[in-house]
């Protein structure tokens, strides 16, 4: 059974920093592109940041470059995103998802976004205070 995890959500104030973490299981993680989704209230569902099955390419939105990191330590099949300076627009929930199709890793290895996905993970609340 594929399985996504994500935990570390919570209430944080503006500038502060929260790492999520997305525990996969259930497919060979080390051929999937893994991406963090976030959906904010009365707004449409928008890719954050993504990193590659080879760990070489990585993608950040616009609105989070500079202040997100997303990592991945494939010996506990776990990907994090680090996220400092906080802001209340970034308060959403945060959703982790994996793919393979040959679009999305395409996609992501030319940092051009996330692309489709093919799994998704429930959900982490993320609230910044203001």
């Known amino acids: 059974e594929v399985q996504l995890v994500e935990s570390g959500g919570g209430l944080v104030q503006t500038g502060g920093s929260l790492r999520l973490s997305c525990a996969a299981s259930?497919?060979?993680?080390?051929?999937?592109?893994i991406g963090w989704f976030r959906q904010a209230p009365g707004k449409e569902r928008e890719g954050v940041s993504c990193i590659s099955s080879s760990l070489r390419d990585t993608y950040y939105a616009d609105s989070v470059t500079g202040r997100f990191t997303i990592s991945s330590d494939n010996a506990k099949n776990t990907v994090y995103l680090q996220m400092n300076s906080l802001k209340p627009e970034d308060t959403a929930v945060y959703y982790c998802?994996?793919?393979?199709?040959?679009?999305?890793?395409?996609?992501?290895?030319?940092?051009?976004?996330?692309?489709?996905?093919?799994?998704w993970g429930k959900g982490t609340l993320v609230t910044v205070s203001s």
């Open positions: 998802a994996a793919s393979r199709a040959p679009d999305t890793l395409a996609m992501v290895a030319a940092t051009q976004g996330c692309g489709a996905m093919e799994y």
């Open positions: 259930g497919f060979p993680f080390d051929d999937y592109a």
